[in-house]
């Protein structure tokens, strides 16, 4: 099939290598001339693991192309996959200008293309409230005039990055939302090499369709805010999470996916999500009472877990408290990705406390694997980015683990307690055991566990 992504990022990235990787013939196109640049030279602009060899591989076969002409992208295309961001704006309102942007570039092309082209599908595949593909089908229908040949369609996208070419080969299950039969066939013939599997493809109309995204995703945010909540009482009232964990998850009912206590959640597509199903609430008056509190949940929890390293520096946070603690403090953060396999680091803990500690004076250092490029490009001079986790945490007064990569779960923990100038730990993710910390006299801070607290 010829297939063209509109937007190369970290979904129609993904999205276009892994339909061309099957056979089909796929143009990717973006606006952003310098990422172009480098794709057609075979470099992945992002971090996902296997992406880059897949993208070589499908240029070379000829098979997959970018471009920044839309008349190229357009003319040609059975279908089209819509894939650009659809961020938050600042009242929290999901941000369209750019699905409307490419619904005028799509019209504009279609338009001049006239009445005897192939009948095209322009899938939605960005996550949208819902309506949202509908009204830009009547948006591209009253550019273009009653007699161009067109069908929507909504294929919401269930990638996660770090695991994405896995998740799109062999997703659990692909969802459609289509307006007629025709366009549910050739999705069926798009997507059976990736369901051989025998997960199925749910066909099913395009609100629908819009609205499993959204559901889905608020799930998970809401596990997290629970387990966050539950992990909480437990600091409270002297359990650990761990322990709770361990217990809870073990009753099949409720399996221990997304249920690991933290920092809650970042990324570009939890928080924006979960503010899209409170503003949809909103504006139907259905008040979405359970998504306000799986988000304030949330970005409490962050503000929780930097309370307690001001804490710990005799500070104190919010009306009263102020600069003392941590003014003149050296902290090193291992971990600014918003998740482990990932570049991404959009909406990142880990940037709401370095900005915070720095807003409070110290002196923030940050190591990340693979996302120090995009932390230097977006805090500037708020942190100074070093390529080696050992040499962040040289000459701190306390290590904050931000990030659950693998690279941090077993340190040298007496090397560590050598370069940190006090010996104090804040994990995040609760990545070590409190009984290891305690022997290697680390003060020691986790989530939803007793501290260490070296006499
Ligand atoms: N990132 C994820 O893990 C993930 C997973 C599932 C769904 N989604 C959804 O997919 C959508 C895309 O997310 P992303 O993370 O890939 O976004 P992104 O910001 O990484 O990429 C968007 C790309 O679209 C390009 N673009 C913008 N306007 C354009 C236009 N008019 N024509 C061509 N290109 C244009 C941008 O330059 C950019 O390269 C969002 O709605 C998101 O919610 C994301």
Excluded at 89 to 96: A, K, V, W
Excluded at 124 to 144: A, F, Q
Excluded at 203 to 218: F, I, R, T
Excluded at 288 to 313: C, G, P, T, W, Y
Aim: hydrophobic share 40%; charged share 25%; aromatic share 8%.
């Amino acid at each position: 099939m010829r297939l063209t992504m509109v937007g190369t990022g970290y979904v129609g990235l993904v999205t276009g290598v892994c339909f061309s990787n099957t056979g089909n013939d796929v143009i990717c196109l973006d606006v952003d001339a310098k990422k172009i640049e480098r794709l057609r030279k075979g470099e992945c602009p992002i971090y996902e693991p296997g992406l880059e060899e897949l993208l070589e591989r499908n240029i070379k076969a000829g098979r997959l192309r970018f471009t920044l002409d839309k008349k190229d992208a357009y003319t040609n295309a059975e279908m089209i996959f819509i894939c650009v961001g659809t961020p938050s704006d600042e009242r929290g309102h999901t941000d369209l200008k750019y699905i409307h942007a490419a619904a005028d570039e799509i019209a504009e092309v279609l338009k001049a293309l006239g009445p005897n082209q192939k009948p095209k599908v322009i899938v939605m595949k960005s996550t949208v409230p819902v309506g949202t593909t509908l009204m830009v089908r009547d948006r591209i229908r009253e550019k273009v005039g009653p007699a161009i040949p067109f069908k929507v369609a909504d294929n919401p996208e269930f990638l996660k990055e770090g695991d994405a070419i896995n998740d799109f080969n062999k997703p659990d299950r692909v969802v459609v939302g289509v307006e007629d039969e025709a366009s549910g066939a050739a999705f069926r013939e798009l997507y059976d090499p990736f369901v051989r599997n025998g997960h199925p493809i749910f066909l099913m109309d395009v609100p629908s369709a819009e609205m499993v995204k959204y559901a889905s995703n608020n799930f998970l945010a809401t596990k997290i805010s629970f387990i966050n909540e539950m992990a909480n009482l437990c600091e409270a009232y002297g359990a650990d999470i761990g322990r709770v964990r361990e217990g809870m998850c073990s009753d099949k009912r409720i399996g221990n996916a997304f249920l690991y206590p933290g920092l809650g959640y970042g990324g570009s597509c939890f928080p924006k999500d979960t503010l899209a199903c409170i503003m949809m609430g909103d504006k139907s008056g259905i008040e979405a009472s359970l998504s306000k509190s799986v988000h304030a949940v949330n970005q409490k929890q962050r503000e929780r877990f930097f309370d307690k390293i001001v804490a710990h520096f005799g500070g104190k946070t919010g009306i009263g408290g102020g600069a003392a603690g941590l003014q003149g403090k050296r902290i090193a953060f291992w971990g600014i990705a918003f998740k482990p396999r990932t570049d991404d680091i959009r909406e990142a803990p880990a940037l709401t406390l370095i900005r915070k500690a720095a807003g409070y004076g110290a002196t923030c250092i940050a190591f990340d694997p693979v996302a120090n490029a995009n932390a230097r490009a977006e805090l500037g001079p708020t942190a100074t980015i070093v390529d080696d986790m050992y040499e962040c945490a040289k000459g701190a007064d306390a290590l904050v683990v931000s990030t659950d990569w693998d690279e941090f779960k077993s340190p040298d923990f007496e090397r560590l307690k050598g370069l940190l100038t006090s010996p104090v730990v804040f994990d995040g993710r609760n990545l070590y055991r409190v009984a290891t910390m305690r022997e290697h006299g680390f003060a020691y801070y986790s989530v939803g566990r007793a501290a260490v607290r070296p006499a």
